[in-house]
């Protein structure tokens, strides 16, 4: 990608800080060809794990004749493959993803979220692995998926690049729809505020993503002004999924508001470890670089 057409998103020299770091993955997962992950095939030329059985018919170049002239019996050496990485980015593109608090859009939920998957597009491709991107709001609204090309990570940054919000209050039926459309194994990664009215049908489909043998990353992304309200004698509070407004002073709602706001959240993580689901918390007030290296390094850990 030139530098004309580079996102502004995609920021080269911070992201050089990481060029060392690599997302793995922490179960078997399928690719196309060789890499570094482990595979959930067994045979070919990675590193030996077991002996089994021979069978009638297998390529008898897989015998290990040491042992046959051993014992008299026939066994095939098994190796643990490696594959490469198939990752999607599942991005909520919900009316409340635009929430900035009172300190402009370029602070809000979305724009974070911009950054953040424009910083994985490039760290996943550049270990060889192929990553795609899935846009949802009651729908599937955008859907590339994975590939490793030049042309196809210029084509994810762009659109994760023009990203914009709407008005739902749903997601269960877009991933469902995501999960009939996505065949290959791989890493699913979800980045919302869970939001939303659907909450338990979400983690449903998420249940199906892990029964399939995905493995399902929930990056939990919050505002701080959405975890503690703002000091103040009188605010109006709009409703960001044409659910009207709400004018009062915060100190009348304080207790109640930050109350349920952390039930929302232990909520959502119960939901996540429940399924089997990768589950990390993302405040918007901590810096993007400082949450994808820290979760990097979680990962490789």
């Known amino acids: 990608m030139s530098t004309q057409t580079r996102s502004p998103f995609l920021d080269l020299r911070a992201l050089a800080a990481l ?26 030329a990675g590193e030996f794990v077991d002996f089994r059985e021979y069978s009638g018919g297998e390529d008898l170049r897989r015998l290990d004749w040491k042992v046959f002239a051993r014992t ?25 993803m635009s929430f900035s608090g009172s ?59 023009h990203l914009s919000t709407r008005p739902t209050t749903t997601m269960a039926g877009s991933l469902r729809s995501l999960f009939e459309r996505s065949s290959r194994r ?39 002004d959405e975890e503690r309200l703002p ?16 004018s009062c002073s915060p100190s009348d709602i304080r207790v109640a508001y930050e109350s349920r706001f952390k039930s929302h959240l232990a909520m959502v993580r119960q939901f996540a470890l429940a399924g089997g689901c990768d589950y990390r918390l993302v405040s918007t007030a901590v810096s993007y670089l400082q949450t994808l290296q820290g979760f990097l390094v979680e990962r490789t850990g």
Not at 73 to 95: I, P, W, Y
Not at 195 to 208: I, S
């Open 231 to 246: 000091d103040g004698a009188a605010y109006r509070f709009d409703g960001m999924e044409n659910d009207g407004h709400l």
């Open 72 to 96: 008299g019996k026939a066994f095939v050496r098994l190796h643990q493959d490696e594959t490469n990485l198939l990752c999607t980015l599942a991005l909520d593109a919900s009316g409340s």
């Open 103 to 161: 300190r402009g859009e370029s602070s809000s939920k979305l724009h974070y979220v911009q950054y953040l998957a424009t910083a994985l597009t490039h760290i996943i491709t550049q270990a060889q692995d192929q990553v795609g991107v899935a846009v949802l709001d009651d729908g599937v609204r955008e859907f590339l998926p994975p590939g490793g090309t030049l042309t196809h990570v210029a084509l994810l940054q762009e659109l994760i690049e």
């Open 186 to 224: 791989g890493v699913l990664m979800l980045m919302s505020d869970f939001l939303m009215d659907d909450l338990e049908d979400v983690f449903g489909v998420l249940r199906l993503f892990r029964h399939r043998g995905w493995e399902v990353v929930v990056l939990h992304t919050v505002h701080p």
């Open 19 to 44: 060029a060392h770091m690599r997302f793995t993955t922490r179960r078997r997962i399928e690719g196309a060809y060789s890499g570094r992950h482990q595979s959930r095939q067994q045979g070919g």
